[in-house]
């Protein structure tokens, strides 16, 4: 099962995570096999707003002690986490993006609603997109949202991706590709 889990940061948590970096690093290392995406979150301007992780884990519970378990958690950097499973519709982690990491703003896009699911599928034009998935309830039954990490000029242009007036919130994050260098 995949999940997408983004951990969003606590203000003024960034010392505390600064002296955490080995220790999240090595607990990410764990994970490695199943990880099809990861890095942190930013403004638009460049201050650190989170972490996000996209992984493949055994079932609901082993999500839960991924994402509560994890160092900066334990410690108070976060000050909430988004855990939601997801569907890996383009079947590549970020690895095989052929963009690479380099070259061009890449971004987060969170779409969160209910009903109706919507963008199941990855728009025609996909070569921006690193990674493309539909948000889902624990039990994988309901559409709770649609995330896509890609390539893109600006934030307006990534917001793009999604269906416009389809969701209750859409959220555009920076990112970049993350983990050991």
Same mark, same amino acid.
């Given at each position: 099962?995949?999940?997408?889990? +983004?951990?969003?940061?606590?203000?003024? =948590?960034?010392?505390?995570?600064?002296?955490?970096?080995?220790?999240?690093? =090595? !607990?990410?290392?764990?994970?490695?096999?199943?990880?099809?995406?990861? #890095?942190?979150?930013?403004? +638009?301007?460049? /201050?650190?707003? #989170?972490?996000? +992780?996209?992984?493949?884990?055994? *079932? $609901?519970?082993?999500?839960?002690?991924?994402?509560?378990?994890?160092?900066?958690?334990?410690?108070? %950097? !976060?000050?909430? %986490?988004?855990?939601?499973?997801?569907?890996?519709?383009? #079947?590549?982690?970020?690895?095989?993006?052929?963009?690479?990491?380099?070259?061009?703003?890449? +971004?987060?896009?969170?779409?969160?609603?209910?009903?109706?699911?919507?963008?199941?599928?990855?728009?025609?034009?996909?070569?921006?997109?690193?990674?493309?998935?539909?948000?889902? =309830?624990?039990?994988?039954? /309901?559409?709770? #949202?649609?995330?896509?990490?890609?390539?893109?000029?600006?934030?307006?242009? /990534?917001?793009? %991706?999604?269906?416009?007036?389809? !969701? *209750?919130? $859409?959220?555009?994050? /920076?990112?970049?590709?993350?983990?050991?260098?």
């Amino acid at each position: 099962m995949e999940f997408l889990c +983004h951990h969003r940061d606590r203000p003024g =948590s960034l010392p505390l995570r600064e002296d955490l970096l080995e220790a999240h690093w =090595s !607990y990410m290392d764990r994970y490695a096999a199943g990880m099809i995406a990861r #890095g942190p979150t930013f403004t +638009h301007d460049g /201050a650190l707003t #989170g972490s996000l +992780h996209v992984v493949d884990l055994p *079932d $609901v519970a082993a999500a839960r002690a991924f994402a509560f378990d994890e160092p900066n958690h334990q410690a108070g %950097v !976060y000050r909430d %986490v988004l855990l939601r499973r997801w569907r890996n519709t383009l #079947g590549r982690t970020m690895w095989d993006f052929p963009g690479g990491p380099e070259g061009g703003p890449r +971004h987060l896009v969170l779409g969160l609603g209910a009903g109706e699911p919507a963008d199941l599928a990855p728009p025609a034009a996909r070569d921006e997109l690193i990674a493309y998935g539909p948000l889902l =309830s624990d039990d994988g039954t /309901a559409w709770l #949202g649609t995330a896509a990490l890609l390539r893109a000029p600006d934030p307006e242009a /990534a917001r793009a %991706v999604l269906t416009r007036d389809r !969701y *209750d919130a $859409v959220e555009v994050h /920076a990112w970049e590709f993350g983990g050991r260098r």
